[in-house]
C-alpha cells in the first residue's frame, strides 16, 4: 500500500481574496492594454493575428464552410473564436480576441498563484507569482488580440495544477484532468505536443518512486494516455482527411527564407541557445531568464527538486524545450536585431511560467534555511520582503516602458506585421470591389481579407480544394478579381516558390490575356477581369453566358463538376427579349458587338462629327465608351485629337467646332460645357487606374483645375456647379441639371485633395430637389428641367431666360437620373436614392394614347418616346425595382432580341442607349 505524507485534500478551496484582486487585477489590465491597442492600431498588428481571425470566420462564411477552414493550426482558438467573430465589428476589429482570451488569463493568474502555493505553501509568494505574471507587457497583449499564446500558457498552468494535484491525492479525477489539460495544450500550440511524453514520465516516475505494482502503473497510464492523445490525435485524423497525410501539418516550409543566415541555429547548439535567450530576454526581461536559468541547478544542489517540484517545474519548461528542438533541427527560426528584424521572438514567452515560479521556488528555500539564524530575523527577512517589492516595482516599470513609452516597438517591428503594400491592397478593395470572386492564395494576403471588409465568402482559395483548384487553372471562367505576388518589386523567392497562385499564373501570356492590372506595388499585384475579353472568347465557342460564374456573380455557387458542361453547351437559335434581358453577360457581350460595329466607326479617326459639326460632349462620350469596352488604341487616338484641337489655356473645352474640308477645325463656340470636360477628366482618371497610364491622371489635373476655378462658384456660402465657364454672371448662376455627376467626384476627391470637391455632392442633390419643384410649380410633375439658375442674392431658383425649353425634361434633363443612378450603384449614398424614388412620373407607364414618355415638352407637343430618354426610366427603375427596369427593355431596348438601333438613329441616341443598357447589365 501506498502511503501519503500528508492529508487528502480532495475539493479546491473557494477562491480567495488574494484571487480575487489578482482576477480583478487580470480585468482591468488587459482591458486597459485592449483599449489602449486599439487606439494604436495593434490588435491585428501581426499577420498570424488575422489568420486566426480568418480561420474562425472562415468556418461559417466561405465557399466551402465547416470544420474544413480551421486549417493544420491547432484549431482550439479558432474554435473559440466562432461565436464572436460572428459579430462583424468584433471581427473587423480584432477584439474578438479579447472575448475568448480574458477569461483564459483570469484562469491562468489563479492557477499559477495556486501552483506555487502547493509548492511553497505561502500565499504571499502565490500572490507575487501571479502579480508578476499580470505585469508582463506580452502577456497582456496576447490576452488582448487573436493570438495562441495565452491560450496554450493556459492549459499548460492547468495542466501542471492538476498533476500536482493527483501526486498529492493520487485521486483518478486529477489525472484524467491532467490528461485533458495535455490535449488542450497540443490543441492550443505545437509546443503542447511535447507535453505528453513529459507527463508520461513524470507519471511513471512518481508510481516508480511511490512503488507501485507494474498493473497499477499500467492502468494509470492507459487512463492517462487515452485523455492525453486526443489531442494529438484530432490534429492528426484532422491531417488525414485534409491534408491526405497524417502529419501533413508538419509538412509545410515553417521558415520564409531557407537561407543559411536565418537558419544559423541548425544543429548549432550554441545558436540555438543564443536565439532562444535572445527571444526571452524581449519577452521576458533578461534579469528574469538570468534568474530562472540559475535558480533551477541551485534549487537541485540545495535538494530540494522532489518529484512534485519537478514534475511541475518540467511541465512549464516544456514549451522551451520544444522550441530548442525545433531551433536545432532547422524547423523555425529566431531573429532580433542586430542579427535580423524581429522575428517569431514570441517563441521566448511561453515558458513565463518556469521563469517566475523556479526564482520564486529559490527564493522560498533560501528563506526557509535562513529564517532560524540571527542575522535573518534582524536583517536578512527584511531584505527579502523587500527584495519582492523591488522585483515587482521593476517589473511594472517595464510594463509601462514596453506598452506605452515604446508602444510595444518589437511588435510593431516584427517582420510579419501587415506590410504597407498590404494595406494598399486591402484599401484599394475596399473602396474599389464592386461584386465577384476574389481569387487569392492565404499565402500571406491574411492581413488583406480581414482588412478589405469583403465577405469570405467572395474569395477562393486553397481551403476551398475543388473550387481552387479549378479556378487556378482557368480564372478567367470564374474569377472577377485575381491577387498574386508581384516579383517586380520583390525579392522574396519564398513566395514566388509556395504562392500558388503566381506559381501557376505569374507567367502565363494566356493570363494577361483576360485580365487587366489595376493595382501594382513592391509585393502584391492586383487584376480584375477583362469581360470584354471574356465575352469575345465566349462569343467564340458559342459558350453559354449564362452560365460562365465570372459573368454572373449572383448567380448560386456552382458545382465544380458539371459548370464545364454548362458552359459548353452552344446556343441554339436567337435569344428572345425575354432570355436577353434575364441575361447580363448577353446584353453585355451585345454592347460590345454594337461598339465595334456602330460607334467605334463612328470616331476610329479621334473625332465625332455629324453634318460636319461636332462638339465636346460626343468626344467625351467616345472615351468612356472605348475606356468601358478596354480599347486603349482609339482611346488614345480620341484623346489627342481632343486635347490638340479643342482644349483651351484654362484647362477645359470648346463646346462646339466644325470642320473645313481640308481637315481643319474650327472652333464654333469657345466657351466650355461642364458635362463634357467632368466626363472627361473623369475617363482619364479611370484610364489612368486601367491602364496604369499616370500621364491621363496628369492631363486630368489640369482640367480639374479648370473645373473647380471656372465651373464651380459660390452663392450664399455654398459652392454649385455652374454649366460652364460662361454661366455666372449678371448676378445669377446658370446650371445645367444634368451636368451633376457625382460619381465622378468622389473619385476627383481621390486624385486632387487641394479641392473640396466632395462639398459638391450636397449642394448639388439640393439644387436637383428645388429645380424639380420648380419644374412641378409650372408643369405639375416632379422631374429636373433641362435649365435653371440660381439668383446669387438671394439664393432662388427660377427658369432660365436663356433658353426657351429650359423648363422642359427633354434631352438634357434625362440623364440626370443615369447620373444619380451611377451614385446609388457605388457609393450607395442614400441621397441618390431617396431623390430617384421622389420620382412619381414614370409610375404609369403609358399615356391614354398608349404613349410612353421619355421627353416631355411644352404644349402642342407634350411627351413622345425618344429612344436615348429611355435611359431616364430605366436608370431610374435600375436603382428602385430592377424588375421594372427588365419590363422596359424588353418592350422597348430589345423587342427583338437583339442588341442596337438603326444606323441612321444619331451618335446622341446611340451613346445614350448605350450607356443605358451598360448600366444595367453591370448593377448588381
Known amino acids: 500500500m501506498m502511503r501519503r505524507s500528508r492529508p487528502v485534500v480532495d475539493r479546491l478551496p473557494p477562491l480567495s481574496a488574494n484571487e480575487y484582486a489578482l482576477a480583478a ?88 498563484q495556486r501552483i506555487v502555493i502547493h509548492l511553497t505553501h505561502d500565499a504571499a509568494l502565490g500572490m507575487t507569482a501571479g502579480l508578476l505574471f499580470l505585469v508582463n507587457p506580452y502577456i497582456l497583449y496576447y ?57 508520461t514520465m513524470i507519471i511513471g516516475v512518481r508510481m516508480y518512486l511511490r512503488r507501485a505494482d507494474y498493473h497499477q502503473t499500467e492502468a494509470l497510464l492507459v487512463l492517462f494516455g487515452t485523455l492525453a492523445v486526443i489531442g494529438v490525435g484530432v ?98 527560426t529566431i531573429t532580433v536585431p542586430p542579427d535580423g528584424a524581429f522575428n517569431n521572438d514570441r517563441y521566448g514567452l511561453t515558458w513565463i511560467g518556469f521563469a517566475i515560479v523556479s526564482p520564486l521556488l529559490l527564493f522560498h528555500e533560501l528563506r526557509n534555511r535562513l529564517k532560524t539564524s540571527k542575522p535573518f530575523v534582524t536583517v536578512i527577512q527584511p531584505g527579502f520582503k523587500h527584495l519582492l517589492v523591488v522585483i515587482f516595482t521593476f517589473m511594472s516599470v517595464r510594463l509601462f516602458s514596453v506598452a506605452f513609452a515604446e508602444n510595444f516597438s518589437v511588435i510593431r517591428d516584427n517582420v510579419n506585421s501587415p506590410l504597407p503594400e498590404q494595406v494598399e491592397v486591402a484599401s484599394y478593395l475596399r473602396t474599389q470591389y464592386g461584386g465577384g470572386r476574389i481569387l487569392a492564395a492565404r499565402v500571406d494576403n491574411d492581413p488583406i481579407l480581414a482588412a478589405a471588409g469583403i465577405p469570405l465568402n467572395q474569395y477562393l482559395y486553397e481551403g476551398n480544394f475543388r473550387y481552387f483548384e479549378q479556378a487556378v487553372r482557368e480564372p478567367w471562367f470564374f474569377a472577377q478579381w485575381v491577387l498574386m505576388h508581384n516579383p517586380e518589386g520583390s525579392t522574396d523567392g519564398w513566395v514566388e516558390q509556395n ?29 480584375r477581369l477583362n469581360e470584354n475579353h471574356l465575352l469575345q472568347l465566349a462569343k467564340d465557342r458559342s459558350y453559354n453566358l449564362a452560365r460562365i460564374p465570372s459573368l454572373n456573380p449572383d448567380a448560386p455557387l456552382w458545382s465544380p463538376s458539371t459548370v464545364y458542361a454548362g458552359m459548353e453547351r452552344p446556343r441554339v437559335g436567337p435569344l428572345t427579349a425575354d432570355e436577353l434581358v434575364e441575361s447580363k453577360p448577353e446584353i453585355r457581350s451585345g454592347l460590345l458587338d454594337f461598339y465595334w460595329g456602330d460607334l467605334k466607326p463612328l470616331f476610329a479617326n479621334g473625332v465625332i462629327t455629324e453634318d460636319g459639326k461636332g462638339n465636346s460632349e460626343s468626344q467625351s462620350y467616345a472615351l468612356l465608351q472605348s475606356l468601358w469596352v478596354d480599347d486603349p488604341d482609339t ?24 470642320a473645313v474640308s481640308d481637315g481643319t477645325v474650327v472652333i464654333d463656340d469657345p466657351n466650355s460645357a461642364t458635362d463634357a470636360d467632368t466626363d472627361i477628366a473623369y475617363a482619364l482618371l479611370l484610364a489612368s487606374k486601367r491602364w496604369s497610364r499616370p500621364q491621363y491622371a496628369d492631363d486630368a489635373r489640369k482640367i480639374l483645375d479648370g473645373i473647380w476655378n471656372r465651373e464651380t462658384g459660390m452663392v450664399q456660402g455654398k459652392r454649385h456647379l455652374t454649366a460652364g465657364n460662361w454661366a455666372m454672371a449678371s448676378g445669377s448662376l ?63 431658383y427660377r427658369r432660365f431666360p436663356g433658353k426657351a425649353d429650359s423648363l422642359e425634361y427633354s434631352f438634357d434633363a434625362f440623364r440626370v437620373f ?101 448600366q444595367w447589365s453591370h448593377a448588381g
Open 25 to 112: 487585477c487580470a480585468i482591468l489590465l488587459c482591458i486597459g492594454i485592449a483599449a489602449h491597442l486599439h487606439a494604436q492600431g495593434l490588435l491585428k498588428a501581426l499577420t498570424d493575428q488575422s489568420s486566426h481571425l480568418n480561420f474562425a470566420r472562415l468556418t461559417i462564411d466561405s465557399i466551402t464552410p465547416g470544420v474544413s477552414q480551421l486549417g493544420f493550426w491547432p484549431p482550439l482558438l479558432h474554435v473559440l473564436l466562432i461565436p464572436f467573430i460572428t459579430v462583424p465589428y468584433l471581427y473587423q476589429s480584432g477584439l474578438a480576441g479579447i472575448c475568448v482570451l480574458l477569461p483564459c488569463l483570469v484562469v491562468s493568474t489563479i492557477l499559477l
Open 143 to 199: 490576452a488582448a488580440t487573436p493570438m495562441m499564446e495565452v491560450l496554450f500558457i493556459t492549459n499548460i498552468f492547468l495542466t501542471a495544477f492538476a498533476l500536482l494535484r493527483w501526486m498529492d491525492t493520487d485521486r483518478l479525477q486529477w489525472l484524467a484532468l491532467t490528461g485533458i489539460a495535455v490535449s488542450l495544450a497540443c490543441l492550443s500550440r505545437f509546443e503542447g505536443f511535447v507535453l505528453f511524453p513529459i507527463t
Open 235 to 332: 490534429i492528426m485524423i484532422y491531417s488525414s482527411v485534409y491534408g491526405q497525410s497524417p502529419v501533413a501539418f508538419a509538412g509545410g516550409s515553417w521558415l520564409r527564407d531557407p537561407s543559411p543566415a536565418l537558419r544559423a541555429s541548425r544543429y548549432s547548439i550554441l545558436n540555438t541557445l543564443r536565439d532562444s535567450v535572445n527571444a526571452s530576454s524581449y519577452m521576458l526581461s533578461l534579469p528574469v531568464v538570468i534568474a530562472s536559468v540559475v535558480s533551477a541547478p541551485v534549487l537541485c544542489l540545495l535538494r530540494r527538486c522532489t518529484i512534485e517540484r519537478s514534475g511541475a517545474l518540467l511541465v512549464l519548461l516544456s514549451p522551451l524545450l520544444f522550441v530548442l528542438l525545433a531551433l536545432f533541427m532547422g524547423f523555425v
Open 499 to 527: 504562392e500558388p497562385v503566381y506559381r501557376v499564373l505569374g507567367t502565363s501570356t494566356e493570363f494577361l490575356r483576360y485580365y487587366d492590372p489595376v493595382l501594382r506595388n513592391g509585393k502584391r499585384s492586383l487584376f
Open 635 to 658: 482611346f488614345a487616338i480620341v484623346w489627342e485629337w481632343t486635347k490638340s484641337r479643342l482644349q483651351q489655356s484654362d484647362g477645359l473645352f470648346a463646346w462646339t467646332f466644325h
Open 734 to 796: 446658370v446650371f445645367n441639371p444634368s451636368y451633376f455627376s457625382p460619381a465622378a467626384y468622389r473619385l476627383f476627391s481621390e486624385e486632387d485633395p487641394a479641392h473640396d470637391w466632395l462639398s459638391l455632392i450636397p449642394t448639388g442633390y439640393d439644387d436637383l430637389v428645388q429645380t424639380s419643384t420648380l419644374y412641378e410649380e409650372r408643369n405639375g410633375v416632379f422631374l429636373p428641367p433641362d435649365w435653371a439658375e440660381l439668383d446669387i442674392k438671394t439664393g432662388a
Open 818 to 918: 443615369w447620373r444619380i443612378a451611377e451614385d446609388a450603384l457605388t457609393s450607395k449614398d442614400p441621397k441618390a436614392t431617396e431623390y430617384l424614388t421622389s420620382i412619381s412620373a414614370f409610375d404609369t407607364p403609358l399615356q391614354p394614347d398608349g404613349t410612353f414618355c421619355t421627353v416631355r415638352l411644352s404644349d402642342p407637343d407634350r411627351c413622345f418616346f425618344h429612344m436615348g430618354g429611355l435611359a431616364g426610366p430605366v436608370s431610374l427603375w435600375t436603382v428602385r425595382q430592377p424588375e421594372r427596369a427588365k419590363e422596359l427593355l424588353r418592350r422597348f431596348a430589345v423587342p427583338d432580341g437583339k442588341v442596337g438601333l438603326p444606323k441612321q438613329a444619331s451618335f446622341y441616341e446611340k451613346s445614350w442607349y448605350w450607356f443605358m443598357l451598360r
